[in-house]
């Protein structure tokens, strides 16, 4: 596939999503035009209603120039140390990220390795990891934010530990059924070399679980940053996206709210693309074909 075909078909549907986008910004934000020019006691024409919908102060859709308007505002021209900048907050959601994370990897990982090896812990703990879940985090994270509170815990903690309860998930999920993945006929055959407990897992599972694994970082990496901006919501923390989304949705600024999501979108791309990159390294490390 060329790339010329790889691109058609993504530009193509930007541009449809653009031109739905500009749509129901017009659809939107129309009714307040037309309430203006009511209570003016005048009329509004078409051409006048769509180019005062796409450059209100405070729309209840923001259009898409108005959205990068402020991307470019807050990410380009103002300094990264400048607490107006994207930038800066985007570092400091991507602080408890990237702990969360790596916590919740961690904990997944030998969750999964405790899990295949050991019956009783399959059976009693298995069960209440996917029932954890069931838990919606916007019930959670204020419970977690104020009992560490009270700990005398906070700043970058709580919100990392609310990441590790999402990300932890998905890798212990994806690690059991990568660690169970070879099949019977070679774990005898390890057996049959007088393989040991440690050689299997090193030499057969923990290879074997490598596509299940990067699978699950990638989805983990994602939702762990979902984790950070929610942890940051119920303690009306004055950095960070969570901050931006909370201070927007109080001042009824949706452009800046509409730019905080854009940059978490992106941040999330970039996570998982350096994952991607993560996993490429070892595939070429262990042998794997391209």
């Keep these: 596939m060329t790339l010329r075909e790889k691109i058609i078909p993504v530009l193509t549907v930007l541009a449809a999503l653009l031109i739905l986008w500009y749509a129901a910004v017009v659809f939107l934000n129309a009714p307040f035009e037309r309430d203006t020019a009511a209570r003016a006691g005048t009329t509004i024409g078409f051409a006048d209603l769509v180019k005062n919908t796409m450059a209100q102060a405070r729309p209840v859709l923001p259009a898409p120039h108005q959205v990068m308007a402020e991307l470019w505002d807050t990410v380009v021209d103002k300094p990264v140390t400048s607490k107006r900048s994207l930038v800066y907050h985007a570092w400091i959601t991507l602080s408890a990220t990237l702990m969360g994370f790596g916590i919740g990897t961690v904990l997944g990982v030998l969750l999964a390795v405790g899990i295949v090896h050991n019956r009783a812990m399959d059976r009693s703990l298995m069960p209440w990891i996917i029932a954890s879940q069931t ?75 490598m596509p299940y694994l990067f699978a699950s970082l990638k989805v ?20 960070g996206l969570g901050a931006r989304l909370l201070a927007g949705s109080y001042y009824g600024q949706t452009v800046q709210i509409w730019a905080a999501l854009f940059m978490a979108a992106g941040l999330a791309a970039l996570l998982v693309l350096l994952v991607g990159a993560l996993q490429s390294l070892v595939n070429a490390r262990m042998g794997a074909r391209p």
């Design 135 to 209: 838990i919606p985090i916007l019930a959670i994270a204020p419970m977690i934010i104020v009992v560490l509170n009270a700990a005398g815990v906070s700043g970058l903690l709580p919100k990392a530990l609310i990441s590790t309860y999402l990300s932890f998930f998905p890798v212990a999920v994806g690690m059991v059924k990568g660690l169970r993945s070879p099949e019977q006929i070679q774990l005898d055959l390890m057996r049959t070399y007088h393989a040991s407990g440690a050689q299997i897992f090193w030499k057969l599972r923990w290879p074997s679980a």
């Design 220 to 239: 983990a990496v994602a939702i762990s940053l979902v984790g950070a901006i929610v942890g940051e919501l119920p303690t009306g923390a004055v950095a």
